[in-house]
């Protein structure tokens, strides 16, 4: 899993790259962010490129995790395990 051309967007827009904040982000559904992206002021292609794949990635993985206790995830550079407690009681 990857964003296709996301390295040509971190050259292109490399002014922009201090405004990548995934903590706020995370903190909004895929929905909201798509409406304010779509609202002023104006966003960069690389800010709206990173929030709406990390989000959209968080909800594919909380999804996946309801209907399994383990889940991963393999990027280009990076992987992403997430385990579920499973209560034997």
Known sequence: MDVLGFAQQ???DDGALGLLDSFYNSSH??????YRFTQPPPTAPIERLFAL???GLEEEIAEALKGSHLHSSVFSDSAFIAFSIQSTA
Do not use: D, G, P
């Not at 559904?29 to 798509?34: A, I, K, V």
């Open 53 to 55: 794949f990390h989000v």
């Open 29 to 34: 559904s895929f929905n909201e962010l798509l």
């Open 10 to 12: 971190v050259v292109k």
